[in-house]
């Protein structure tokens, strides 16, 4: 059983950039079967896929977010990480970690695997 689980730092400073780790358990980040993608949700919003980061290291983000975000991964420690940079009070959410197989293409709630999230709040 895969597990997931998510964690930085709660409350992150206008224009600073927010970082968050997802460390899993239960399977490789390597494997060519999963995503491994952030995912957020913003209050009284719907979720939003961020970016994700393949078993081979390809990585891939929402357009809208290209400029401003990084993730990558730490294959010795199975964590996988999120960068944010010049971050505004609208990055406030909920952040997830989450993973499916990379062969679906299922809507965000369906995913197979989630982390519990992690609040970000950016305020000065």
């Known amino acids: 059983q895969v597990q997931l689980q998510e964690s930085g730092p709660g409350l992150v400073k206008p224009s600073q950039t927010l970082s968050l780790t997802c460390t899993v358990s239960g399977g490789s980040i390597t494997s060519s079967y999963y995503r491994w993608s952030w995912i957020r949700q913003p209050p009284g919003k719907g979720l939003e896929w961020m970016g994700a980061?393949?078993?081979?290291?390809?990585?891939y983000y929402r357009p809208s977010l290209k400029s401003r975000t990084s993730i990558s991964r730490d294959t010795s420690k199975d964590q996988i990480s999120l960068q944010l940079s010049s971050v505004t009070p609208e990055d406030t959410a909920v952040y997830y970690c989450?993973?499916?197989?990379?062969?679906?293409?299922?809507?965000?709630?369906?995913?197979?695997?989630w982390g519990q999230g992690v609040q970000v709040t950016v305020s000065s």
């Open positions: 980061i393949h078993g081979n290291g390809g990585t």
């Open positions: 989450a993973a499916d197989r990379v062969r679906l293409s299922r809507a965000l709630e369906n995913y197979e695997y």
